[in-house]
């Protein structure tokens, strides 16, 4: 598990990467371009040529175009904050335990 999220909106249809709204956002990996996605330069994550077909599905219909939308989330990975362990004591048993599990890179 790397993050819960409470769900407050779904966007479809690519909305999110079509409405200049959502244009600033550090997970806008994709914008739409002259009638195609495209990867953003700017992008900080998914560099892999396979990735855009893998997020959104495969074009024309791009069947997994769908985004989840959260104001209240929190993000397990490895350079969260530790302010979640206080307070949810299932979720820090739960994300330890997966940790531990975790391959290690050689």
């Not at 953003?40 to 175009?65: M, S, T, W």
């Not at 985004?67 to 949810?88: I, M, N, P, W």
Request: glycine residues 8%; hydrophobic residues 35%; contains cysteine.
């Amino acid at each position: 598990m790397v993050y819960a999220a409470l769900v407050t909106s779904k966007l479809a249809g690519g909305e999110y990467y079509k409405e200049g709204r959502y244009a600033g956002r550090e997970d806008r990996i994709y914008q739409f371009n002259d009638g195609r996605y495209i990867r953003r330069k700017e992008a900080q994550h998914h560099f892999i040529a396979g990735d855009l077909v893998h997020d959104l599905g495969p074009g024309p219909n791009f069947r997994r175009i769908y985004v989840l939308l959260s104001r209240d989330f929190r993000y397990f990975g490895k350079e969260s904050s530790c302010e979640y362990k206080a307070k949810f004591d299932r979720v820090r048993h739960a994300i330890e335990q997966a940790w531990a599990w975790a391959p290690r890179p050689s």
